[in-house]
């Protein structure tokens, strides 16, 4: 059974950071983009980072780019964004992906969130 597992969200000041974790188990993900994404409440779920398992190259969205960062630990398969310089409007339910990399069958999956808040 395949499982992305979030911990690391809770509440900050605006300026701090937080370090948000993705444990994943139940399968190899090598063929997989691991991501994360977000919705705030009232809004559409959003794109925020994504890393290939194999290659290692990121791609990010440009309200986060220069803030934040995702990488991950082959050895402990778990996914990390470290987000820093966080700003009021990056509060949202933060959500864990897994997805095939582009071209590759596969399933898509996802974890069930951490809450990040961040006080003005």
């Known amino acids: 059974q395949v499982q992305l597992v979030e911990s690391g969200g809770g509440l900050v000041q605006a300026g701090g950071s937080l370090r948000l974790s993705c444990a994943a188990s139940g399968r190899t993900f090598s063929s997989y983009d691991m991501g994360w994404f977000r919705q705030a409440p009232g809004k559409e779920r959003e794109f925020v980072a994504k890393?290939?398992?194999?290659?290692?190259?990121?791609y990010y969205a440009g309200s986060v780019k220069g803030r934040f960062t995702i990488s991950r630990d082959n050895v402990k398969n778990t996914v990390y964004l470290q987000m820093n310089s966080l700003k009021p409007e990056d509060t949202a339910v933060y959500y864990c992906?897994?997805?095939?990399?582009?071209?590759?069958?596969?399933?898509?999956?996802w974890g069930q969130g951490t809450q990040v808040t961040v006080s003005s």
């Open positions: 890393i290939s398992w194999s290659r290692g190259s990121t």
């Open positions: 992906n897994a997805r095939p990399s582009p071209g590759l069958p596969g399933l898509v999956y």
